[in-house]
């Protein structure tokens, strides 16, 4: 079964009813549950859990039975590291790697879809199949 890494900003405009975002996040999220295993790894974890106040509720929003947990690859920092040096070549300003190298390299090394709203991974892994809003019939 194909398997769909979930970025956090989808998951968070659901949980917060995003406006914007919800129609389409929801949507989404709901047609890769009933088509592939959904992913998410201690990076998301982490960004939507600062919208909580206690463990026992990001537990309840990112249940088990809905949400695989993987661990972060070594392959994937390997990688995340090489487009952070790329990031940083072509004038970035951080001073280490992004959160979203993480998660575009975890999907990546894994063969994942990654289920986003965020297209600035496609710079940095091209070759990444994004299901995001300028990809998606759904809008």
Avoid at 35 to 58: D, G, K, M, T
């Amino acid at each position: 079964m194909a398997e769909v890494l979930v970025d956090s900003n989808v998951i968070l405009d659901v949980l917060t009813e995003d406006a914007k975002w919800l129609e389409w996040s929801a949507a989404n999220l709901a047609v890769c549950a009933e088509q592939a295993i959904l992913v998410i790894n201690p990076i998301i974890y982490a960004e939507v859990s600062v919208r909580f106040e206690s463990i026992e509720e990001v537990e309840d929003a990112l249940a088990v039975g809905y949400f695989r947990r993987d661990q972060l690859p070594w392959e994937a920092a390997f990688l995340a590291g090489k487009c952070f040096r790329r990031y940083r070549r072509r004038g970035g300003q951080r001073a280490s790697p992004l959160p979203d190298f993480y998660i575009g390299a975890h999907a990546a090394v894994r063969g994942m879809s990654l289920l986003t709203r965020d297209t600035r991974y496609q710079t940095y892994f091209p070759r990444l199949d994004l299901i995001s809003p300028q990809k998606s019939s759904r809008s």
